[in-house]
C-alpha cells in the first residue's frame, strides 16, 4: 500500500523587519494576531539577517514591524 505524502504548507503569519543592508525580510516571530491586530511594538530588537550572501547584524529597535508570510516551496 502506497501513502502520498501532502505538501505542507506553512500558512502562519510571522512579525518581521526589512534587512537594512539587502531589504531581505527577516522573521523574527509568529504573529498570534493571523495578520489582524495591529503588532505590538518590540523592546530591544537586535537580529541579523538570514540572507545567503548578506549576514548583516543589527538593531532594529526603532524599525517597521510588519507581517509575512512564509513563501511557498516549490519542489
Not at 20 to 35: E, N, R, S, T
Amino acid at each position: 500500500m502506497r501513502i502520498a505524502q501532502w505538501a505542507k504548507v506553512d500558512l502562519r503569519w510571522y512579525l518581521g523587519v526589512n534587512c537594512c543592508k539587502c531589504d531581505a525580510p527577516i522573521l523574527f516571530a509568529v504573529d498570534h494576531g493571523d495578520g489582524v491586530a495591529k503588532p505590538e511594538p518590540a523592546g530591544k530588537l537586535l537580529l541579523t539577517c538570514g540572507g545567503v550572501e548578506c549576514g548583516h547584524m543589527g538593531d532594529y529597535t526603532r524599525a517597521k514591524v510588519s507581517r509575512f508570510q512564509k513563501p511557498h516551496e516549490r519542489k
